[in-house]
């Protein structure tokens, strides 16, 4: 079969490739508009279906596991490609997730969402909100989008968060570099005929596309002779682009800035107000929920890169020298599927282990960092993804911060291979550091000496403010604080150089000065003092909501064995956007005074709920409400006007039970929360069947 599937995947690719669609596409006289369209849907359907093709095979033969939970899940998808087309399809559809501006032809990686998919992130985010800041004591903040660009200078945006960017010589089309250089090297490796003695050299070239220099890109696309794909014209050489949205703050445009690239720096400028909140102790976390904007060179791979994204982060302050917590015997006996840098570097093995054990053997750096990896593996799971489609992978050197001690990365495996929702790091004291030096404003806290003062050494400064604002002039406050706020080792050493040189050349708030020996002189001494001001580390997940959110539908994504047409949606009740349908069996009068009470109640117990009176025929409704994803059916008939009771369907099963109005209500919200379980349920009440149940199995009727 995989044979076949090659052969088909290079007949495919030669076909294509004999074909000029932007020809095609300026010959009006030949060829339709709606006859074009339908071209070059076929030229996406089949790339799509290419591209998966490759990065499943690629996925699977690079990755193996000591344990078989992985493997399984992966070889599922090995024997029944995910029908990604199908679900892209239900969620345009039924306007779960649709591209943004369609009617315009709107620019890439910008998407919209509807009714299902809005409540679907408002359960996400509300369950994120209660797993994490309820139960964790976590402050909130809700910081603006818009970000002075000194704030990105700071934070090292400004200068790094870049990607190399190649364009067509002719059309402009701009294309990531090193994601082209991927896939031209992957086009190699799935070439049957391609020289196997290299795959060493191409596997490590393929490895090192995202950290290359300008010089090595080149001469990467020179080496493979690297054209654009869609047209086969020449590229320019790679070039620097920076992903943030530029904007001007206020009328006359003299206020440089951004809108922000992630919403972690909201929170570090505002460190000091949430100190003192928390009465100046450590350690404490501070969470943000909100919208951050990267403006990616090609967007693609559906909601997984796009340009306008929410994200919810936790930046958890601890002290530099304890990084354990007692709350990590709450997660270390949770066994997980861990891939770690040396495993990367050498076997590929995905090794199953428990957070205790990791975090004992020196795999991950300390507790604070395991706990939150461990409360991320529960809320994910929690929502609904697969725990064998779930790894934690730890970055490798190359890709870590110069700053970060460790890294890990949730990722979930889809139909475009594992991908990365989850980030977490000990980013040590970096940011709050940088906002320091370039802001003037100490960020701090102050801890006292457990065993009483003590007597240290010190370097007190005589400055001379006279000759300091004559000479300094408009910089002769940050000459003032500088001399102020240095250390002692720091001041010592510029002591020295006053004493050897007469001057001195130093930097602070991100501007350069020559101090010379008539500004300030130095006397060192001793002084008693009761404490010391740290600069905290932080420990920071960071949660992209849009990707987990791709990921719960692509797993709860399914097709009725029975009817390969008639899809639905196995979302857990607790992120379902709508928890129960109401379904009046026929539209007669007599049933409305219960469809009525039925919806009152259901108010009343916090559960969301949609009446369904359409007309259609009670298994359409069924395979309706299914595909959206609501979990539980109330069905009201003519048995419900004689006794009072009412039929409750679960989505999965499809198995019905009869149940007394009265007590429907709470039992769909005890489900819903998680309280019972619908196996639980079948063995209180007796399976119902009737002509709504058979109904089910002609929903197409």
């Not at 596409?25 to 030229?43: D, E, G, K, N």
């Not at 306008?308 to 530099?320: D, G, L």
């Amino acid at each position: 079969q995989h044979r076949t599937r090659d052969i088909l995947s290079l007949q495919l690719r030669y076909t294509l490739s004999q074909i000029n669609f932007s020809a095609i596409s300026q010959t009006p006289i030949l060829l339709s508009r709606h006859h074009l369209l339908f071209l070059h849907s076929v030229r996406s359907v089949i790339t799509l279906s290419l591209s998966y093709h490759s990065t499943a095979r690629r996925t699977m033969t690079t990755t193996t596991t000591q344990h078989g939970e992985v493997n399984t899940a992966i070889a599922s998808l090995k024997k029944e490609d995910f029908n990604r087309l199908g679900l892209e399809d239900l969620m345009k559809r039924r306007f779960i997730i649709a591209p943004a501006f369609s009617i315009y032809n709107g620019p890439a990686g910008l998407y919209d969402y509807g009714p299902v998919g809005c409540a679907i992130k408002a359960n996400l985010i509300a369950l994120w909100r209660q797993h994490f800041v309820l139960n964790e004591d976590m402050l909130e903040v809700d910081c603006t989008s818009l970000t002075p660009a000194i704030v990105l200078q700071a934070s090292g945006h400004e200068a790094r968060f870049n990607d190399y960017m190649v364009k067509d010589t002719k059309t402009g089309t701009c294309l990531r570099a090193d994601h082209l250089l991927e896939a031209t090297i992957d086009k190699i490796l799935e070439d049957p005929k391609h020289d196997k003695k290299r795959d060493e050299e191409y596997k490590l070239e393929r490895a090192k596309a995202g950290d290359m220099t300008e010089q090595e890109l080149a001469a990467a696309f020179t080496k493979y002779a690297i054209v654009s794909p869609e047209t086969g014209n020449p590229l320019t050489p790679p070039f620097l682009f920076n992903l943030m949205f530029g904007a001007s703050i206020g009328p006359a445009g003299n206020t440089p800035g951004y809108l922000r690239p992630e919403t972690a720096q909201g929170i570090f400028v505002n460190f000091k107000k949430l100190l003192e909140y928390n009465g100046g102790k450590l350690p404490f976390a501070a969470a943000q929920i909100g919208n951050a904007f990267r403006n990616e060179i090609s967007p693609r791979a559906g909601l997984l890169r796009v340009r306008e994204f929410t994200m919810a982060e936790i930046e958890h302050f601890v002290k530099p020298d304890d990084k354990s917590t007692p709350k990590f015997q709450s997660v270390a006996n949770l066994s997980v599927n861990l891939l770690s840098a040396e495993a990367q570097r050498t076997t590929g093995n995905i090794v199953t282990m428990t957070f205790g054990q990791a975090v004992g053997q020196g795999l991950i750096a300390n507790e604070t960092l395991g706990y939150f990896l461990g409360r991320t593996y529960l809320f994910l799971t929690a929502v609904g993804v697969h725990a064998d489609k779930l790894r934690f992978r730890q970055h490798q050197q190359n890709e870590m911060a110069h700053y970060a001690n460790d890294c890990w990365d949730a990722e979930i495996f889809s139909s475009y291979g594992w991908v990365e929702c989850v980030g977490h790091a000990d980013r040590g004291c970096y940011d709050l550091i940088q906002h320091t030096t370039y802001s003037g404003q100490v960020l701090h806290y102050y801890e006292e000496f457990k065993e009483g003062p003590r007597l240290v050494k010190v370097m007190k400064p005589t400055i001379n403010k006279a000759y300091v604002g004559k000479t300094f002039k408009g910089q002769q406050k940050d000459v003032i604080k500088y001399l102020e706020t240095i250390s002692f080792d720091d001041a010592k050493s510029l002591n020295e150089k006053l004493k050897t040189a007469g001057n001195a050349e130093v930097e602070y708030n991100n501007i350069k000065f020559t101090i010379t020996k008539e500004v300030v002189t130095f006397a060192e001494g001793e002084e008693k003092i009761s404490g010391q001001n740290i600069t905290p580390h932080v420990i920071e997940p960071s949660f992209g909501l849009g990707r987990i959110i791709y990921s719960l539908l692509e797993h709860a994504y399914n097709v009725r064995p029975e009817d390969k047409q008639r899809c639905y949606l196995s979302l857990a009740p607790i992120i379902a956007p709508i928890k129960v349908s109401v379904l009046p069996l026929t539209a007669s009068e007599k049933l409305e005074p219960f469809v009525k009470v039925m919806v009152q109640k259901l108010k009343e117990a916090g559960v969301a709920n949609k009446v369904d009176t359409t007309g259609h025929a009670i298994g359409r409704r069924y395979a309706r409400t299914d595909e959206i994803g609501i979990p539980f059916g109330i069905t009201i008939d003519f048995t419900t006007v004689e006794d009072q009771t009412v039929t409750l369907r679960e989505r999965d099963t499809m198995k019905q039970i009869r149940i007394p109005i009265a007590e429907v209500s709470e039992l769909v919200a005890r489900l819903c929360d998680g309280v019972v379980t619908w196996a639980s349920v079948l063995s209180k009440y007796p399976i119902y069947e009737s002509a709504p149940a058979s109904d089910d199995k002609n929903a197409n009727n």
